[in-house]
């Protein structure tokens, strides 16, 4: 079966400055692998990268187009919008229906909180709702940024059984995340041999743009 994603020899940069140059690994389907590192390594840069919202400064991204859905540090939820009127957008969007959005619900326990307009979420919920989003998708490689923040211990537990659930699918997961997901079949590469000279100019600005989720 074809990787979903191949990475060769990336270098990414932010600032204009490289941040880790010569990463190279392979994601098939229903394999898992966590990005660690120290903080401003560039793990989000790298994220960021294999998503597409910004340029490589050198190497290779070979992944099948349209296969990618990406959560970031933003929620970017329509708070005038409930729940479930928040989730029907994203499903629409991307060709779901009413069965994929009832699934999402119950997948983050959100079922008792669908009337519920984003705006009145707590911090916990509406990090929740913005995870539910990635089941709608239909995407099967999901590029996720530190996705347990302001998740509580039985939300993170939630939200690792989604994945546990996408990886038996066929799908994939890139994650970057100091908490321990309970993923005993994912594999973890530390970007610490791969940090860059901080002096050493990108070579060319890569073109970037902010998204919350893609």
Known sequence: MAPLLTV???????????AVEGVSFQLDPGAALILRGPNGIGKTTLLRTVA?????VEGRIDLVPDSVAYAGHADGLKGA??????????????????????????????GDLADRPAAMLSAG???????ARLLVTGRPLWVLDEPTVSLDAASVLLFASAVRAHLACGGAALIA???????????????????ADPARPAGRAPASFDEAFG
């Open 81 to 110: 919008l409930t729940v479930a009127e928040n989730l029907a957008f994203w499903a629409q969007l991307f060709g779901a229906g009413r069965a994929q959005v009832d699934a999402a619900l119950r997948a983050l326990d959100l």
């Open 8 to 18: 060769t020899m990336l270098a990414v940069a932010r600032g204009g400055r490289r």
């Open 177 to 195: 995340t100091h908490v321990d997901l309970g993923l005993p079949e994912a594999a973890v590469l530390d970007l610490t041999p791969y940090r």
């Open 125 to 131: 919920q509406r990090r929740r709702l913005g995870l």
């Open 52 to 56: 597409g919202l910004q340029d490589p």
